[in-house]
Nanobody
């Protein structure tokens, strides 16, 4: 059974950087679209960034220029480099996989989810 496992969250000050990792176990390298989502307390889960198997990337407006998504298909891994972090970036970040090649931003379009990793940015 495929499992997605995130790591790399933590508590940082505003302006700092973090890199999140998501590794998929239990399957061979996939061409599925991979996404990162975040959910702040009391808010809905929102799309942050996504990437196709061949490296096309997509970002929500609030993180463009600060976050970079990448993937290593051979390692079954996807990463989210987060720079210039702001307090409003505080949330639980989850990686997700959908059974399709192309982008989707709605959580319901994704079939597999990691357990999430907490990112807290202090001011």
């Amino acid at each position: 059974q495929v499992q997605l496992v995130e790591s790399g969250g933590g508590l940082v000050q505003a302006g700092a950087s973090l890199t999140l990792s998501c590794v998929a176990s239990g399957r061979t390298p996939s061409t599925n679209f991979m996404g990162w989502f975040r959910q702040a307390p009391g808010k809905e889960r929102r799309f942050v960034a996504g990437i196709t198997w061949n490296g096309n990337t997509y970002y929500t407006d609030s993180v463009k220029g600060r976050f970079t998504i990448s993937r290593n298909n051979a390692k079954n891994a996807v990463y989210l480099q987060m720079n210039s972090l702001k307090p409003e970036d505080t949330a639980v970040y989850s990686c997700a996989e959908r059974n399709a090649l192309y982008v989707a931003t709605a959580p319901k379009e994704y079939t597999k989810w990691g357990q999430g990793t907490q990112v807290t940015v202090s001011s």
